[in-house]
């Protein structure tokens, strides 16, 4: 057998493997009444009212441990499980306070950056690159810009298939960028890379699992890192067209907390007011397809207006002015889609 017929029939194993694995983890813990969602938040219950086992950090977990085995980066190993273990606590309701999740995040994010040795080395604007010289202030940037890519990324987790939809399409950003050519992925791995992701993509749209807390803490993370680091090693490229990747979750973050601060909430604390959840219940009123259907098809709305940002941030990636003004238009078109489907939420409940 040629070595070409070996690669494809190793692929097209584990292909079905993780398949029959994910059904299997999906069976035994629905069995067991273990990891599943709707444990109590009313943020939970506004999509689907069956319980799903939240496995979807399982299967990232793996796979980003794979990676990081790769090249050694054991310390980073670590960090992964237990952002993984925290998310577990969380979903399994053993870690119930939100202030204290957050003080544990910046503390293992903490760690990741002294050890990772991570930092912002140029923003393109000369006051903030003077502030960034101080490691101090750099090293705070860093792990605010990671506490708010990762909460951010965990709103966004509450339609199905979006968080991991949208990390798919950077994910062939980062191709376009030759960035897992940076860290001499063959092909194959690229292609298993992919495979994981897009069937817990699909298992997750279908309902069969959600990713949880767990999923979303080592999916932004592991971007989030991975990210930075290539930006460290080319910085010709613009530091706001990787700011434009992961614009999404970062703005639905800092947008959540300065609209919970103008209605005197807490900024840590769920509510069912975020974009997606909005728009969610436009389609339902608008339609009479499922619960399940409108969830995808809200879905499907955002990760199409994203990738179309994105497809404009790929003509010139090296042109800040480029990705300033995507970056701008962006967060306009946001907060007009949002006032206006706010506005229809509320004026239906009157």
Known sequence: MSKFLKKKMSTIISFYTIILVIFFLNRLFINKNLLLSHSGDKHQKFVCKKSVPLIGGIFLTFLFILVFAKFDKYFEIMLIFSFFLLGIFTDLKILKSAKKRLLIQAFFIILLIFFSKLEIIDTRVDFLNVILEYKFFNFCFVVFCLLVLINGSNFIDGLNGLLVGYFIMISIILIKIDFFQYYNAKFDEILFFLTILFLVFVFN????????????????????????????????????????????????????????????????????????????????????????????????????????????????????????VTIFFSIIFYIIIYIYLFNFKYNNYK
């Open 205 to 324: 749209i279908f309902n069969k699992l959600y990713l949880g807390d767990n999923g979303a803490y080592v999916l932004s993370i592991f971007f989030g890192l991975m990210i930075i680091e290539y930006h460290q090693n080319h910085p010709v490229i613009s530091p706001y067209f990787f700011i434009l990747l992961l614009w999404y979750p970062c703005f639905e973050n800092l947008f959540s907390i300065i609209r919970k601060f103008r209605t005197k909430k807490s900024p840590i604390s769920p509510d069912t007011n975020h974009l997606h959840q909005l728009l969610f219940y436009f389609l339902k009123r608008k339609n009479k397809f499922t619960d399940l259907m409108n969830n995808n098809f809200s879905s499907l709305i955002l990760l199409l207006f994203n990738s179309l940002i994105f497809i404009i941030s790929l003509k010139d990636v090296y042109s800040t002015s480029l990705q300033v």
